[in-house]
T-cell receptor, first 110, second 111 residues
Framework: NAGVTQTPKFQVLKTGQSMTLQCAQD?????MSWYRQDPGMGLRLIHY???????DQGEVPNGYNVSRSTTEDFPLRLLSAAPSQTSVYFC?????????FGPGTRLTVL | LAKTTQPISMDSYEGQEVNITCSHN???????ITWYQQFPSQGPRFIIQ???TKVTNEVASLFIPADRKSSTLSLPRVSLSDTAVYYC????????????FGQGTTLQVKP
């Protein structure tokens, strides 16, 4: 099993551009989440999903959209990138009480 | 979701036992206590989880008093490779679909 995969690993955007961060898991997990981590800070929950077709907002959802059309995929869309969205983004999945995290996407918005 | 409070940072030396305490006064009846470890530039990794009393695995022990308002992660005989950030989380993702991370404790192990 590949576990949780994220693409791309690195991305540089200009202010106002849009993009999609990809997240996929091959463990058939129901629960998936997106977090962002700013330098020296803990992880903050952006959006989460409890199953295909169901998503909800976390602590910091503004500027981000998600969808969950399949169990495996949970893409995160930045609608109009801003410098404040410069961060490392982690995707996670779980079935029971343990969350499995992807390797992260490092995003810089200029 | 219950709020957690941990020390921001701790220092230790190789070979020592390290205890990191987390306070969670508002823990709910159904909540579990989970600890994650995060190395720089990596995603967090599950260490241990418990509901009450004591849990031990090959990496750590977790002590939870009867009132469950705090918990202590114990790392026996730490090495330099245990230098990381440790997060205490309280909740049950099966109930709410989400877990909230706090600031975590940065553990620095010195030679």
């Amino acid at each position: 099993n590949a576990g949780v995969t994220q693409t791309p690993k690195f991305q540089v955007l200009k202010t106002g551009q849009s993009m999609t961060l990809q997240c996929a898991q091959d463990m058939n997990h129901e629960y998936m989440s997106w977090y962002r981590q700013d330098p020296g800070m803990g992880l903050r929950l952006i959006h989460y999903s409890v199953g295909a077709g169901i998503t909800d907002q976390g602590e910091v959802p503004n500027g981000y959209n998600v969808s969950r059309s399949t169990t495996e995929d949970f893409p995160l869309r930045l609608l109009s990138a801003a410098p404040s969205q410069t961060s490392v983004y982690f995707c996670a999945s779980s079935q029971g009480l343990e969350q499995f995290f992807g390797p992260g996407t490092r995003l810089t918005v200029l | 979701l219950a709020k957690t409070t941990q020390p921001i940072s701790m220092d230790s030396y190789e070979g020592q036992e390290v205890n990191i305490t987390c306070s969670h006064n508002n823990i709910a009846t159904n909540d579990y206590i989970t600890w994650y470890q995060q190395f720089p530039s990596q995603g967090p990794r599950f260490i241990i989880q418990g509901y009450k009393t004591k849990v031990t695995n090959e990496v750590a022990s977790l002590f939870i008093p009867a009132d469950r308002k705090s918990s202590t992660l114990s790392l026996p005989r730490v090495s330099l490779s245990d230098t990381a950030v440790y997060y205490c989380l309280v909740g049950d993702i099966r109930d709410t679909g989400k877990l909230i991370f706090g600031q975590g404790t940065t553990l620095q192990v010195k030679p």
